[in-house]
């Protein structure tokens, strides 16, 4: 069997990753949505174990420093964190995991397991994803000016990644996510060990 792939997502607040890392999960077997740890404060129909793990600083704080984290970020005031226990378990047990997490966690991952498929996901252009916030509803002008801030300082990171999609139909961005896991699956690094076993060779 082989072991579990690590698909990093990343994209600028309001770009829509986490509603096309969800719904690939709902459409791609054997692949799994990583649920990151955060002390933000829950947003209206977010479920603490579904949406996100909502723990308080103290909680957080102490998995920091016991090393639980294979990344984790301050993000507009909030910290986010992945636990490593979680990619170690779906690796071990064949499961693909897709994690959608800012630049700065996808830089932590990269070099500390210097592993993993990174995808970057774009808005079509800034006015786009202006609109894409401010409908949201659920944030003041002075933080969706900061976001728009941080969103350029991020496309600048771009290039680190292995893959770009352009979330402009959401229909279209999720094809192309699944295609680019189709493919990584196809690897011949991958597939080639069980080849050679089935045929002798």
């Not at 959401?170 to 011949?188: G, H, N, Q, T, Y």
């Amino acid at each position: 069997m082989r072991k579990g792939l690590i698909f990093v997502v990343s994209a600028p607040s309001g770009a829509g990753k986490t509603s096309l890392c969800k719904q690939v999960v709902e459409l791609l077997p054997g692949i799994r949505h990583s649920i990151s740890y955060t002390t933000r404060t829950p947003r209206v129909n977010e479920i603490d174990g579904v949406d996100y793990h909502f723990v308080s600083e103290d909680i957080f704080v102490k998995m920091v420093e016991r090393d639980g984290f294979v990344e984790w970020a301050i993000v507009h005031g909030n910290k986010y964190g992945t636990a490593e226990e979680t990619l170690r378990r779906y690796e071990a047990e064949g499961i693909d995991v897709i994690l959608d997490i800012d630049v700065q966690g996808a830089g932590q991952i990269r070099q500390k397991l210097n592993q993993g498929v990174y995808i970057f996901v774009l808005p079509p252009d800034p006015e786009e994803l202006e609109k894409r916030l401010r409908g949201r509803g659920t944030e003041g002008n002075e933080l969706i000016k900061a976001r728009l801030l941080n969103a350029r300082e991020e496309i600048g990171r771009i290039v680190n990644y292995d893959y770009i999609i352009v979330n402009d139909l959401f229909e279209d961005a999720v094809e192309r996510l699944k295609s680019v896991i189709a493919a990584e699956r196809c690897r011949r690094e991958l597939i080639l060990p069980q080849i050679k076993e089935d045929w002798g060779i």
